[in-house]
């Protein structure tokens, strides 16, 4: 069956580092991929989204660009803030009866100051 | 544009007594809706999905069930609650159910704690 698998966490930088959170993907077909990010006690909020290969989604300063050859969906910022300390989930939609979507454990991130 | 309620944002209930949910979408005809439930973590976990009127799929055997009485209303429900029922409880929708590939919308979720 189609599956995710995010990196481990928690993921702790200091503010306006770098951030790479791997996302790889097993999927049948041409799935689309989403990331999306859980605030302390609130829902999930889409953060960005890709529909076929080579495709990039961006928002807010995230990026993850949809590589078919590797199955990966990357999401990386230039430089975080405190403000995005958060889980971030990976996602692929299933194309199927119902538009399921199978979500990746999530990867907490710490950002300090 | 689209919007999705979910309520009661927080609720403490006593073990054995029963449960109800509301969800409620928006701006949107005909979507799909879903239940997940959260648990001391993370990890989403679907329980209900719902592709139109009285049309419910139950994703995991349990002690909760759903409904859906209006194109719009997705309601989670439980005769008797059990210790494990205790979690983060979230709505969602997406465009359906002809459409496909599209993401899913969340409510702000349900803190369900059981006594």
């Known amino acids: 069956g189609n599956s995710v698998t995010q990196m481990e966490g928690p993921v702790t930088l200091s503010e306006e580092a770098f951030l790479t959170i791997n996302c790889t993907y097993t999927?049948?077909?041409?799935?689309?991929l989403f990331w999306y990010v859980q605030y302390p006690g609130e829902g999930l909020q889409l953060l960005l989204k890709?529909?076929?290969?080579?495709d990039k989604g961006s928002n807010k300063g995230f990026e993850a660009t949809y590589r078919k050859e590797t199955t990966s969906f990357h999401l990386e910022k230039g430089s975080v803030q405190v403000s995005d300390s958060a889980v971030y989930f990976c996602?692929?939609?299933?194309?199927?009866?119902?538009?399921?979507?199978?979500f990746g454990a999530g990867t907490i991130l710490r950002v300090k100051s | 544009s689209q919007t999705i309620h979910q309520w009661p944002a927080t609720l403490v209930q006593p073990v054995g007594s029963p449960l109800s949910l509301e969800c409620t979408v928006e701006?949107?005809?005909?979507?799909?809706l879903y239940w997940y439930r959260q648990a001391a973590g993370r990890g989403l976990q679907l329980l209900f999905y719902?592709?139109?009127?009285?049309?419910i799929s139950s994703e995991v055997p349990q002690n909760l069930s759903a409904s859906r009485p209006q194109d719009r209303q997705f309601i989670l429900s439980s005769k008797k609650l059990l210790l494990s029922d205790s979690g983060f409880y979230l709505c969602?929708?997406?465009?359906?159910?002809?459409?496909?590939?599209?993401?899913?919308?969340f409510g702000d979720g349900t803190r369900l704690s059981i006594l």
């Open positions: 996602a692929l939609s299933e194309r199927e009866y119902g538009n399921k979507l199978v």
């Open positions: 890709a529909t076929k290969a080579d």
């Open positions: 701006g949107t005809s005909n979507p799909n």
């Open positions: 719902s592709v139109g009127i009285g049309q």
């Open positions: 969602a929708w997406s465009a359906g159910p002809t459409a496909v590939n599209q993401p899913q919308h």
């Open positions: 999927a049948t077909g041409y799935p689309s």
